[in-house]
């Protein structure tokens, strides 16, 4: 679509991709993470060549507070699928990552049993940047996964500021993680995460299986109360233990079950389509309002006056109409 | 602040509204309704010189379905804040107004005898332009009432679309009126409404006190699901009828009494200025960013391409980043 023809070497990690190799794919999603223009550039025009190869695999987001037990539970779900004849892609948004460099997630080859099977492609947060690029690169990246062939897409997070909302905002099916401790860390919940579940599991359920009962009462409760939530869907509140060989491979079989019913439920239904074509939409529109907050504050005049208006709005000396309309008219857009 | 100077009429009008004139703050609130520019101009200068007298008053939001009984326990309220000695006055944000000039909340003189108080005010929605537009101009309307010495002001709305985010947006303390149905009723307490209030009233308990207190049970546990409320406060959940005399009065009464002990929690711990700026500088930036949206919408070159882009990007033939991308590179801002 771009004026300008592809390069051999991108057209060569095109065709790389396509043809599934792991390394055309890692490279491809380096030049997505990549901050300079004439990488972004390559990337669209990489991207625009496998848009027609993508949209094949199951997204699935998975979050919890640190210490829930992520990286072992996915782990588990990826050998399970990998015995079910499966290719998965673990990507991972980051809000630690991307203020302070460093990682709540970790390095992934925490996963050391499923880093060394090739049918596996895990990739790390990228490392910098603002939260909603980095969800932008991540959901570009996860369109690479599905051209190189991948059947799922894990997209992994932690219960922190918006990175929750973001993840479920690119994937299919969002589930949480929760201990089963049914006093301060169901608290943990925060602020419409329960909201934006499709699933919850229970993790770690064989270490207290009582409190993991009465939390998924708690859940189911709380569930309940939440309307509106998409008529053709019961949220399943499972209960598992990720750490127990046996027992991990019946909840996780369990699990995925659970996925395979919610994603014939919305093929059916014809929401599965629905909330990916939403979902696409609103990438876009976040992009553009994103950018255009950021034309506004780097405006030279707008620069010079917003921290001086904003002080005056908060302290009560102008309207924030007043001063919206003024900034608005230092900006000649 | 504006360049030119105030009208001899405007100033006639900031000086009927400063001395609690009626007549004056009914005129300046159509001023600030009005969608002539000049009159817009006209009210942000009216706005400007009433602002250092506004701030005074305990804003207060309620919201709940239809038929659940908003008007009655809003009358019986400004009855008893009336005995209390108080003046207070009613606004009222519809969303069924701003989209088909229709009203759910209707004809506020449906409050008859609070209608015919002279320490009362109120005053129906406006009744068109998109929710920002009105809940912006509603945001106005305060003020001004402020202005005019108003110690109490109750917006009403309903429970609609995105109504209730911006009521609970512009005023210190959030109260949802619920039905005492535990079934279907309570289902329709919409997504992140919960979260939303600093307080809850079952109204027409008496009509069926055994559903009342499951009512009550039920909303405590979804409750205690939301964390990171703001710790200083546990939010009450009252049962109450505002229909029959004597029992209204004593729940209006004990309604009102959480009301007081909310804001002088609140007053101590130095959150209740700090929800006020946060709203304040949310305003501002809330008018800019659609300002900012209009604008780019209304771009010739982007709105030549946007439906065309936009449908690319649902049928996946376009990625999100791209199409986003070339409408900014129209867009010169």
Known sequence: MNACVMSADDQALVQGVLAGERRALAKTITLIESQRLDHQQRAQQVLSALLPHTGRSVRIGIS?????GKSTFIESLGLYLIGQGKRLAV????P?????????????TRMELLSMRTEAFIRPSPSSGALGGVAER?????????AAGYDVIVI???????SET???DMTDLFCLLQLPNAGDDLQ??????????DLVVINKADAD?????VARSHINNALSMIAGRGEDWAVPVLCLSALSAPEAANGVAQMWQEVERFVATRNESGRFQVRRQQQARGWMWQQIERELRQRFRHHTAVADHVAQFEADVVAGCMTPGDAATRLLSMFKG
């Open 64 to 68: 919890g507070v640190p210490g829930v």
């Open 91 to 94: 990507l991972a948004v980051d």
């Open 96 to 108: 630690s990552s991307t203020v302070t460099g460093g990682s709540i997630l970790g390095d992934k």
């Open 138 to 146: 991540t959901r570009e990246a996860m369109l690479a996964c599905e």
């Open 156 to 162: 992994e997070t932690v219960g922190v500021g918006q």
């Open 166 to 168: 973001a993840v479920a």
């Open 188 to 197: 943990a919940i925060k602020k419409g995460v329960m909201e934006l579940a």
């Open 209 to 213: 299986p009582t409190a993991a009962q």
